[in-house]
Every structure is written in structure tokens, then in C-alpha cells.
């Protein structure tokens, strides 16, 4: 159960993440205040730095599913959770590199 908890609490905290960064990368107007210049510039690095953190980030993950599988001996459940470790991994990269993508689609429309 308390793993049910982590699972959520993370991945409430990267949605509002998204979220923010996603909104802060849209332009609103053309002159911007200086407060919204400096956060919309602070989210774009922690999107930048994010970026550049999930291809190491899904290599060891996936690098650790293709380790449980392969030490896992026969088990099944063990096949089944290194099988899942490395979807789970694809899946979020996807999800990183989608959101990527679409960002910098909006600010080159929006530009």
C-alpha cells in the first residue's frame, strides 16, 4: 500500500510538473514582465536538464529489466517484472521526448 503511495505521489508530481512547463514555454504576449521572462527561462532549463536526464535514466532502466530477465532463471514472476521495467522504461522515454516535441512545436507556431 505504501508503494501505491509513492507510485501516485510521483506521478502527480510529474504531471504538475508537465504541466508547468508547458504552460510556462507559451508565450502570451510580446513584452513579457521580467518575473514571467525569468520563470518562463528557468522552465525551460529544467526542461532542457529533464531532456538530458531521461536518456541515461531509461538506458539503466531498461538496462535493469534486461538484468532481471536474464538472472531471473526461469522464474516467470521475475521475467514478467524485468518485462515491465523495461516497457515502463520505453513508455516514459516516449512520454519525455512526446512532450519534448510538442513544446517545441508550440513555441516555433507561437514565434
Same mark, same amino acid.
Given at each position: 500500500?505504501?508503494?501505491?503511495?509513492?507510485? $501516485?505521489?510521483?506521478?502527480?508530481?510529474?504531471?504538475?510538473?508537465?504541466?508547468?512547463? &508547458?504552460? +510556462?514555454?507559451? +508565450?502570451?504576449?510580446?513584452?513579457?514582465? %521580467?518575473?514571467? &521572462?525569468?520563470?518562463?527561462?528557468?522552465? $525551460?532549463?529544467?526542461?532542457?536538464?529533464?531532456?538530458?536526464?531521461?536518456?541515461? %535514466? %531509461?538506458?539503466?532502466?531498461?538496462?535493469?529489466?534486461?538484468?532481471?530477465? $536474464?538472472?531471473s532463471f526461469g522464474d516467470e514472476e521475475k521475467m514478467a517484472i524485468g518485462k515491465k521495467v523495461i516497457t515502463n522504461?520505453?513508455?516514459?522515454?516516449?512520454?519525455?521526448? +512526446?512532450?519534448?516535441?510538442?513544446?517545441?512545436?508550440?513555441?516555433?507556431?507561437?514565434?
Open positions: 500500500m505504501n508503494n501505491n503511495i509513492t507510485k $501516485k505521489s510521483y506521478t502527480k508530481v510529474l504531471i504538475i510538473l508537465c504541466i508547468l512547463i &508547458t504552460v +510556462s514555454s507559451v +508565450s502570451i504576449a510580446a513584452s513579457d514582465p %521580467a518575473l514571467v &521572462t525569468k520563470l518562463n527561462s528557468a522552465f $525551460k532549463k529544467i526542461q532542457e536538464y529533464l531532456v538530458k536526464l531521461a536518456v541515461p %535514466a %531509461a538506458g539503466v532502466a531498461i538496462a535493469t529489466g534486461v538484468m532481471i530477465r $536474464k538472472f522504461a520505453i513508455v516514459c522515454y516516449g512520454i519525455i521526448v +512526446s512532450i519534448d516535441l510538442i513544446i517545441k512545436f508550440v513555441d516555433a507556431v507561437l514565434k
